[in-house]
């Protein structure tokens, strides 16, 4: 087998991988994203909670591809970035890092 054709098949089954691993993106010590629609409500935005979800998602999507430009990670062939932003473990990354950073303020 040829060096790109192990890493094509060796790509498609990562992202077969975290395909089947991704669920809803949650916080242990966080609100949902039903709470966070009726907070927003209460300041002024009108928000259910498929809206709250999509702009944390492409909140994280963003986050997810700088870090993808400065890692130069962005080939064509790579998982995109709106799907590592909807998987839990890079949301819980990005609390944890964030967490980090305001303690150390």
Same mark, same amino acid.
């Given at each position: ?47 259910? /909670?498929?809206?709250?979800? +999509?702009? %944390?998602?492409?909140? !994280?999507? @963003?986050?997810?591809?700088? $870090? ?18 909807? /998987?839990?473990?890079?949301? +819980?990354? %990005?609390?944890?890092? !964030?967490? @980090?950073?305001?303690?150390? $303020?």
């Amino acid at each position: 087998m040829t060096q790109e054709k192990l890493q094509k098949r060796l790509l498609k089954d990562s992202k077969a991988e975290m395909k089947d691993t991704i669920k809803y993106s949650t916080i242990e010590e966080g609100i949902d994203y039903r709470a966070l629609a009726q907070k927003m409500g209460e300041e002024g935005y009108v928000m259910n /909670h498929t809206s709250a979800r +999509n702009w %944390v998602i492409r909140s !994280l999507a @963003k986050i997810s591809g700088h $870090l993808k430009t400065s890692l130069n990670y962005s080939r064509k062939s790579s998982i995109p970035s709106d799907e590592i932003a909807a /998987h839990p473990f890079f949301g +819980n990354a %990005v609390v944890e890092i !964030l967490r @980090k950073v305001d303690d150390e $303020l």
